[in-house]
């Protein structure tokens, strides 16, 4: 999008306030006005132009921590370009979001900033239409962490888990959207499949369970030792993947595969990981099922993303970096329909792949702006309209995505 010339939103007390940047040659040009008033202005020059450019960004980053937001309409947003983009004060950046079902509200949960560091975490939500903020939950204890973020399907709940960093206690959360009740749930961790049937948790006796419509358990597992297992269900909820951290596990296999339906083992391996790996730590962060449920895809912030055979628990593919043998993921999110793949990285941009052959694809998606430190999360909204990225120190980007043509590099 062009960056020389950008709108933000606020949505003030009674009326809608905004902001107007444009760069012309050397100088900034503000024009601000409030709902339907007059707009007032000024112009200040720089030395040249990219002077004028990166205090742009300098303007927009402070703006959009006061509560300003770039806004546009979907329908009238070119595929591939920034549909919203919000910053909030945080200490270590946001955590994770979560895209709402009807695509015009964003949750986000970060660090709250405080005097000598973090003062507790929050999980907030962001209109995408006005850019107002509502605070669902506040966490005021300096060690928590708020993490696995879904909205319901119908869009009317929102769950999350806390987690205290200090003890590696966790609890998890629901809050109704329209009256704000917070409700806290009986497990943790909670994952579901593709029609939200079945559900993976972690039970108050930290067993691993998946539970089924009515709640009642469809498999009951020993989960180990406490927060050294990671899990996911296939989109039919038919299997169920596990990966053990390799250093702290309570069994002879690294991976994991359970038939829900019979209650039976179907594989125990040790995680296939290629030849001359060195990844510096491990544990895999987050697990996913391709479409077909016929690879099993794990990804850790130091340890790279890796496809896996369910059928044989053989490595399908390994994304690596040219840099040091291996991509280093903070996030990944597979497309609704299972097929792709969307890698957010340390450093971005963030690069989608086929998920039946970890082939990287053209374009990248790129956060604009000059003060990102490095990616966090990444996510898609239900219907595969949109792509949300979060990046450090707290800025959260929507892209539209489909209508995106995506092609191989050189093709």
Request: include cysteine; aromatic fraction near 8%.
């Amino acid at each position: 999008m062009n960056r020389d010339h950008i709108l933000l939103t606020h949505p003030g007390t009674s009326k809608p306030k905004y902001l107007e940047l444009r760069t012309d040659g050397a100088e900034l040009h503000r024009n601000w006005w409030t709902g339907t008033g007059k707009p007032q202005g000024r112009a200040k020059p720089f030395d040249d132009a990219r002077a004028a450019r990166e205090a742009l960004e300098k303007v927009v980053a402070e703006k959009m921590r006061d509560g300003y937001a770039l806004l546009r309409d979907v329908a009238a947003t070119a595929p591939g370009d920034v549909v919203a983009q919000c910053a909030t004060r945080a200490t270590n950046g946001v955590v994770t979001t979560a895209l709402h079902p009807d695509g015009h509200t964003v949750a986000v949960a970060r660090g709250i900033p405080g005097q000598t560091g973090q003062a507790g975490a929050d999980v907030q939500t962001v209109d995408l239409r006005t850019g107002a903020r509502r605070v669902l939950y506040t966490e005021a204890y300096q060690y928590s962490l708020i993490h696995t973020v879904a909205f319901a399907p119908d869009g009317s709940h929102l769950t999350f888990t806390v987690r205290n960093t200090s003890s590696m206690a966790e609890v998890s959360y629901t809050v109704a959207l329209a009256t704000g009740h917070v409700q806290p749930l009986p497990h943790t961790r909670p994952g579901w499949d593709t029609a939200r049937r079945r559900m993976v948790v972690v039970d108050s006796d930290h067993a691993l369970r998946v539970l089924g419509p009515d709640g009642g358990s469809c498999l009951d597992l020993p989960a180990g030792k406490r927060f050294q297992t990671t899990a996911a269900l296939s989109p039919s909820g038919r299997l169920l993947g596990l990966t053990h951290d390799p250093d702290n596990r309570d069994t002879d296999y690294d991976l994991e595969i359970w038939d829900v339906d019979t209650g039976q083992r179907v594989l125990a391996a040790r995680f296939p990981y290629p030849a001359g790996f060195q990844g510096i730590n491990r544990r895999f962060d987050k697990l996913a099922f391709d479409r077909t449920e016929q690879i099993l895809v794990a990804s850790g912030a130091m340890s790279g993303c890796f496809g896996v055979s369910v059928d044989s628990g053989a490595l399908c593919w390994a994304i690596e970096d040219k840099r040091d043998g291996f991509e280093r993921f903070q996030d990944f999110a597979l497309s609704p329909n299972g097929t792709l793949l969307a890698g957010a990285r340390d450093g971005g941009p963030v690069i989608v792949h086929d998920v039946a052959t970890g082939q990287p694809l053209e374009p990248r998606f790129a956060v604009p702006g000059r003060w990102s430190a490095w990616y966090q999360a990444v996510g898609f909204s239900a219907d595969g309209r949109l792509l949300a990225v979060a990046d450090y120190p707290g800025r959260v980007t929507v892209f539209r995505f489909d209508g995106v043509e995506l092609t191989k590099p050189g093709g």
